[in-house]
């Protein structure tokens, strides 16, 4: 089991920029997937980004060429750099690990 706090949410108009972090309370190198989900007032949660152990990233379509997962082993930490966002990014982000463990989600709303 692992621990995983985000942060990094906010209010950013259509067009800017905000990047979250997921601090995990152990070694990230010794999780198989990591991945960013989000969820939607009304709408069920979609995985946005992942990234395996060994470094592979992987993308929701309608975020490709503007998010990128990337990882800080020596920090534990996974983050979402999201630019370019657009109205449809708002949702709750969260930070899973294998499939089992969650965050407790951030707050993106993007205001066109």
């Known amino acids: 089991q692992v621990q995983l706090v985000e942060s990094g949410g906010g209010l950013v108009q259509a067009g800017g920029s905000l990047r979250l972090s997921c601090a995990a309370s152990?070694?990230?190198?010794?999780?198989?997937?990591m991945g960013w989900y989000r969820q939607a007032p009304g709408k069920q949660r979609e995985l946005v980004a992942s990234?395996?152990?060994?470094?592979?990233?992987n993308y929701l379509g309608s975020v490709k060429g503007r998010f990128t997962i990337y990882r800080d082993v020596a920090k534990n930490t996974v983050y979402l750099q999201m630019n370019s966002l657009k109205s449809e990014d708002t949702g709750v982000y969260y930070c899973?690990?294998?499939?089992?463990?969650w965050g407790q989600g951030t707050q993106v709303t993007v205001s066109s």
């Open positions: 990234i395996t152990s060994g470094g592979y990233t």
């Open positions: 152990r070694r990230i190198f010794s999780i198989n997937l």
């Open positions: 899973n690990a294998d499939f089992t463990d």
